[in-house]
């Protein structure tokens, strides 16, 4: 096989604010053949998942009654494929809670079957 | 009421909180003034991740952030809806709450009142003033907090963070974003931003691009933008036109130093490795310093006014000598602006153009630091020990580093 067929991305690992450029390189079959750029084993994970489906934490806010603030600001526990946003903010857009909730309460438990938790980001008071 | 106290803090963002915290801990009273009725400034309406991964060693959210510094201040008395009016020289401070006016007697203070928006009025652009066009900070307080939505469709002015994050929000949010305008000739923000917020939702980046003229009656109905040369001023012919009832601009914020007006500024406070400004019981900590991106510097500096304005007031640390630090090639923001050499500092550099490889120094200390493709959006630290008192000036610049191999 030659080179010349190969591909390469250069990404922005996005797993921390440090942001390393990721070089990898792959073939059509998404055969990965080298990765350079990143300074921790996350960014080389980040890089083979970004060639075949990208992965992002997802972070909204879900509606609060009887709260100090109208809105929860919720996230998943870990990233969620790109692929799934819609479908996601469609679920998110409908919930409701009361308050009280607190930081790290659970909204949905396996959030459409990703083995990720939608968890409260902002705690509200009751009013 | 009349109040006496070792150290005031003023602000409880991000950098208030971890002074006040540090404050405490060197075993002085301290008082927290904050005007709003929760502590956390802008971290509250900073809903995505990213925050503390080098503070807390978690990637947090805005909220979870403020959370955690919070729960460090349950034995500090914060005042909550309290608005100062004056800082005077006498160190007494003045404020009033919903119980009316009060007066604090203080040994030390910190500033760390934050930024607010520059805004879009403030940019020479025809048109009316019409309703549709917010500054990003407010149309994130709208969505985040009060689940309003600005509009419908959008047009962002201004690539740095806060316009790539709204980006995202607003596309999340079913708002449609038809183009994110930047009249640098590169992003604003984070590559890492530039990434998640626009070529994940596939949102137009225009580079060297900017607002030409809004149109609309009494809601906005069009934006026009335009192609600038490098003096910034608009290529005929390049015109685009976008139909949106939105305008969302960021065009960067400035520090808050009110009401402290007998310091020196510029327009931020001008402090020393110690946080220390021109008066020497005034410290200051934060965005009202200069504008930082990363929270985790925020907290850091913060922590480090809280130190030394504790030490002052215990009066184990008076005026520190202060060894200018210049701005030299290729640097376009450099901070502290002064150094007390007796102690450690840590300096915070934007570079003024983009470098494949730059290589910064300072002078004539003998500390080289090599950053990979360092842009100005990005900022670059650099720690410096102590070092000889008889220097009276130190230079930082940057320049190429030309590899031997090509
Ligand atoms: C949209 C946006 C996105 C960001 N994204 C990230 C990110 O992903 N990761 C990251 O690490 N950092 C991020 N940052 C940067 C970081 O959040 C800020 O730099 C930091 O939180 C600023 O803290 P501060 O304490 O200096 O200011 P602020 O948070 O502005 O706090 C100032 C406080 O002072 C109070 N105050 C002001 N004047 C007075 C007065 N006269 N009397 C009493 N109180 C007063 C205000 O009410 C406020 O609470 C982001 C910033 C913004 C705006
Ligand atoms: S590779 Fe590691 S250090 Fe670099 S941005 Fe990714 S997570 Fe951060």
């Known amino acids: ?127 | 009421m009349k109040y006496k106290t070792d150290v005031v803090v003023i602000g409880g963002g991000a950098a208030g909180m971890a002074a006040a915290y540090r404050a405490k801990k060197e075993g002085v009273d301290v008082i927290l003034l904050e005007r709003d009725e929760d502590t956390g400034g802008v971290l509250n309406q900073c809903i995505h991740n990213g925050f503390g991964l080098q503070y807390f060693k978690k990637d947090l959210t805005g909220p979870e952030f403020k959370e955690y510094a919070k729960e460090r201040l349950e034995d500090i008395e914060i005042l909550f809806g309290t608005y100062v009016l004056e800082v005077r020289n006498d160190r007494t401070i003045i404020f009033v709450d919903r119980r009316g006016i009060h007066e604090i007697e203080t040994k030390a203070l910190v500033m760390a009142t934050g930024a607010r928006e520059r805004h879009f009025n403030s940019l020479p652009v025809p048109g009316k003033r019409i309703t549709g066009v917010f500054t990003a900070g407010l149309a994130q307080r709208f969505i985040n907090l009060e689940n309003l939505k600005p509009g419908s469709k959008a047009v962002i002015l201004g690539s740095g963070d806060i316009g790539l994050i709204m980006a995202r929000r607003l596309t999340l949010e079913g708002i449609k974003v038809e183009a994110v305008l930047e009249i640098m000739p590169y992003p604003g923000g984070l590559e890492r931003n530039v990434q998640q917020c626009l070529k994940d939702f596939g949102i137009p980046l225009y580079l060297s691009h900017t607002v030409t003229a809004i149109e609309g009656d009494r809601r906005l109905e069009k934006v026009i933008a335009a192609q600038v040369d490098y003096k910034w001023d608009p290529i005929p012919g390049t015109e685009k036109e976008f139909e949106v009832d939105t305008l969302i601009t960021s065009v960067g914020l400035i520090p808050q130093t009110k009401p402290v007006d007998f310091v020196e500024t510029d327009p931020g406070f001008l402090v020393s490795n110690t946080n220390q400004t021109s008066e020497d019981w005034i410290f200051a900590a934060g965005n009202c310093t200069v504008i930082f991106d990363l929270v985790d510097y925020v907290a850091k500096e913060g922590e480090k006014a809280g130190k030394y304005a504790a030490m002052y007031a215990k009066g184990e640390y008076k005026k520190g000598k202060k060894v200018k630090v210049r701005k030299g090639e290729n640097i376009g923001v450099i901070h502290p602006i002064y150094i007390d050499p007796t102690q450690e500092s840590t300096l915070y550099i934007r570079v003024s153009k983009v470098f494949d490889r730059a290589n910064i120094k300072v002078l004539p200390l003998d500390v080289e630091v090599i950053e990979d493709e360092a842009r100005p959006p990005e900022m670059i630290v650099v720690k410096l020990k102590p070092f000889d008192e008889n220097i009276d000036e130190i230079e930082v610049m940057a320049d190429e580093l030309i590899s031997k191999l090509g």
């Open chain 1, 1 to 127: 096989m030659s080179s010349s067929q190969n591909l390469v991305k250069e990404l922005t690992c996005v797993r921390c604010p440090l942001g390393c450029k990721v070089k990898i390189e792959y073939t059509k079959e998404l055969e990965v053949l080298n990765i350079s750029g990143n300074k921790c084993p996350r960014g080389r994970e980040y890089a083979i998942q970004e060639i075949s489906d990208p992965h992002r934490i997802l972070v909204t806010s879900i509606k609060v009654k009887k709260g100090k603030y109208l809105l929860a600001s919720v996230k998943t526990t870990d990233a969620i494929p790109l692929r799934l946003f819609d479908e996601a903010m469609k679920i998110i857009e409908k919930l409701e809670v009361e308050a009280p909730v607190k930081r790290g309460d659970i909204i949905i438990k396996n959030f459409l079957e990703t083995g990720t938790n939608l968890i409260v980001t902002r705690s509200v008071e009751r009013l």
